[in-house]
C-alpha cells in the first residue's frame, strides 16, 4: 500500500494485484477511504489496482478555511484528478455511493 499526500488530502492506492486495470473507489456521506478496505483488497487479488482517499473535511483531512469558496463541486473533483494525474493513470474506473455518486 502506498501513502500519497498531494494538497494534504492524503491518498491510498494499492497495486499489490498486478497491472489490471485501476479502479477509484470514493466514499459517501460520512464514511472515508477505509470504508472500501475489503472491496480494494478483493480486487487487487483479482489484478486491479485501487485507488481511494479521504475528500476535503473528512478523517485526517485538512478541512478548507471557506467552505463557500473550496467546497465547489470542481475544487472536489481536483482533489480526485490530481493524485491519478501525478501517478499518470490514463483510464480509470469509477466506484462510488453516496455523495460519492455526486461526484463521480
Same mark, same amino acid.
Given at each position: 500500500m #502506498?501513502? #500519497?499526500?498531494?494538497?494534504?488530502? &492524503?491518498?491510498? %492506492? *494499492?497495486?499489490?494485484g498486478?497491472?489490471? &486495470?485501476?479502479?477509484?473507489?470514493?466514499?459517501?456521506? &460520512? %464514511?472515508?477511504?477505509?470504508?472500501?478496505?475489503?472491496?480494494m483488497?478483493?480486487?487487487?487479488?483479482?489484478?486491479?489496482?485501487?485507488?481511494?482517499?479521504?475528500?476535503?473535511?473528512?478523517g485526517?483531512?485538512? @478541512?478548507?478555511p471557506?467552505?463557500?469558496? @473550496?467546497?465547489?463541486?470542481?475544487?472536489?473533483?481536483?482533489?480526485?484528478?490530481?493524485? #491519478? *494525474?501525478?501517478?499518470?493513470? *490514463? #483510464?480509470?474506473?469509477?466506484?462510488?455511493?453516496?455523495?460519492?455518486?455526486?461526484?463521480?
Amino acid at each position: 500500500m #502506498l501513502s #500519497l499526500s498531494l494538497s494534504r488530502l &492524503p491518498m491510498m %492506492e *494499492d497495486h499489490t494485484g498486478g497491472e489490471g &486495470p485501476t479502479i477509484l473507489f470514493v466514499h459517501g456521506f &460520512p %464514511e472515508l477511504w477505509y470504508s472500501w478496505r475489503h472491496q480494494m483488497l478483493s480486487l487487487s487479488s483479482l489484478d486491479y489496482g485501487t485507488v481511494t482517499r479521504n475528500l476535503h473535511g473528512y478523517g485526517d483531512t485538512d @478541512a478548507p478555511p471557506s467552505a463557500t469558496i @473550496a467546497y465547489t463541486i470542481f475544487h472536489i473533483v481536483g482533489d480526485l484528478v490530481a493524485p #491519478l *494525474d501525478a501517478l499518470y493513470f *490514463d #483510464l480509470v474506473f469509477l466506484v462510488s455511493y453516496d455523495w460519492g455518486v455526486v461526484i463521480t
